[in-house]
């Protein structure tokens, strides 16, 4: 059975839909391909600005309240986020509205009027100052990794910009990078819900045939693997625990590792039979909660362990960490464990699919990037990982030279200098 359906518009618009019949909503949802990876240093934060701007009001609606009251009367509430390589912009709506929702992002994404750009542009700031201590240093631990893990490049970027840049930001230049990169070439439109997939791309057409825009710049790529040689970064700051981020850097989502890693972020932190659960609240009793978090963009990508914890048990919740990847490399998972984390795996497939706004993001994000990702694809990809493909994969990609850290809280030095011992002394796989 087709999981979604996709046309092209004659100005190279996609447009998908998602049939789910027993539902009483839809999702409307727009992915532009542009982030922070298109971004210069001197303009960091121009996309996630721009996604602000599209809310002020448009040709149609000449305010973002009268923007905002129209989503409404549709049943939706419009949002959007940007990240480093796509903006998404989204909505529920009623299924007897869909094709005014349709309309309401055409405007959008078409006719903005840029307005209110000064109190736009203090709204933003708040934004990035929630990323800084008293002090003006980056406190967000996603943001310091990046900047390890990808330096002088915009993927080390924070999405939001910093503040020198943000404050320079013109309106011409949103304009400019308005102009570049939205175009319908660079847009995937996707409904999921009780549809008709001929209504969809009717209404499509009414509200965006008339787009016209050239093929966008490619972003800069990343070849750079070479490490560096100051993994840690440590940033005081105040608070009763110290939050530990630790990362490594991996390949992009068209790796032939993609699915084993995939399984890898489960088996270490998703949900409470995971290891790193397992090992440091239930064995060990060092956290509340611990939480693996996988990222892979077109050439590049990160697997980062994310915890809070004491100060004095700083060091012991590393040990234990490393000691988890250690054994990835020494040991192959069983079979029990493989089994229950591909069964569970199984399990939140089946479950997305009651979901109209995961079904939206899925094919709308897959169409974006190229990265197919239907429920069937990712199916078969289960069926294809083994213990041993596991253990591989973790032994090339979890190691001392792909490994990043940040540190940020009431750390002291005694534990500054057992946390970068314990990390020196860490070997990652032995040779084969």
Same mark, same amino acid.
């Given at each position: 059975m087709t999981e979604y359906l996709c046309d092209t518009l004659a100005n190279g618009l996609r447009v998908i839909s998602v049939p789910m019949p027993h539902h009483h909503s839809a999702e409307v949802m727009i992915y532009v391909g542009v982030g922070s990876r298109y971004e210069t240093a001197s303009k960091a934060g121009v996309s996630h600005f721009l996604e602000h701007m599209l809310f002020k009001g448009t040709?149609?609606? /000449?305010?973002? @309240?009268? @923007? !905002?009251?129209?989503? !409404?009367?549709?049943?939706?509430?419009? #949002?959007?986020?940007?990240?480093? !390589?796509?903006?998404?912009?989204?909505?529920?709506?009623?299924?007897?509205h869909i094709a005014e929702g349709i309309g309401l992002f055409g405007s959008m994404l078409q006719r903005p009027l840029f307005k209110d750009i000064e109190m736009e542009r203090r709204v933003i700031l708040e934004e990035a100052m929630g990323d800084l201590n008293e002090t003006g240093r980056q406190i967000n631990s996603d943001n310091i990794i990046a900047t390890l893990l990808f330096p002088n490049h915009p993927l080390?970027?924070?999405? +939001? =910009?910093?503040?020198?840049?943000? !404050?320079? @930001?013109?309106l011409r230049q949103l304009q400019q990078? *308005?102009?570049?990169?939205?175009? /319908?070439? #660079?847009?995937? @439109?996707? +409904?999921?819900?009780?549809?008709? *997939?001929q209504q969809v791309v009717a209404a499509a057409k009414a509200h965006f045939d008339q787009w016209q825009g050239a093929k966008v710049p490619a972003a800069k790529a990343w070849t750079d693997f070479s490490g560096t040689d100051r993994p840690l970064r440590w940033v005081r700051d105040a608070g009763s625990q110290v939050s530990l981020q630790l990362a490594f850097l991996l390949p992009g989502r068209d790796s032939k590792h993609t699915a084993n890693l995939r399984v890898l972020r489960r088996l270490l932190g998703w949900g409470g039979m995971s290891r790193l659960m397992l090992r440091l609240r239930e064995e060990l009793g060092l956290t509340y909660a611990v939480d693996a978090a996988l990222a892979l963009y077109a050439d590049a990508g990160t697997l980062a362990i994310d915890l809070a914890v004491s100060t004095e048990n700083l060091g012991k919740a590393t040990t234990a960490i490393l000691e988890i990847f250690s054994e990835l490399h020494s040991t192959e998972v069983d079979s029990d464990e493989l089994d229950h984390i591909l069964n569970c795996y199984r399990c939140d497939l089946d479950y997305s699919r009651d979901q109209v706004d995961e079904m939206a993001l899925r094919y709308t994000w897959g169409e974006m990037t190229g990265c197919h990702r239907t429920i069937a694809n990712d199916l078969a990809a289960i069926d294809t990982?083994?213990?041993? =493909?596991?253990?591989?994969?973790?032994?090339?990609?979890?190691?001392?030279?792909?490994?990043?850290?940040?540190?940020?809280?009431?750390?002291r030095t005694r534990e500054r200098k057992e946390v970068e011992k314990i990390i020196a002394e860490w070997q990652g796989p032995e040779p084969s």
């Open positions: 040709a149609d609606f /000449p305010s973002g @309240l009268t @923007l !905002e009251r129209a989503f !409404e009367a549709v049943g939706g509430s419009a #949002n959007a986020a940007t990240d480093s !390589e796509t903006t998404c912009f989204h909505s529920r709506v009623h299924p007897n080390g970027q924070p999405t +939001v =910009g910093n503040r020198p840049a943000i !404050e320079r @930001l013109t990078h *308005h102009a570049t990169y939205y175009t /319908p070439h #660079n847009t995937v @439109l996707a +409904v999921a819900g009780p549809v008709n *997939h990982v083994t213990s041993a =493909g596991l253990r591989q994969t973790a032994r090339e990609f979890i190691t001392p030279t792909n490994l990043r850290g940040a540190i940020v809280g009431p750390y």
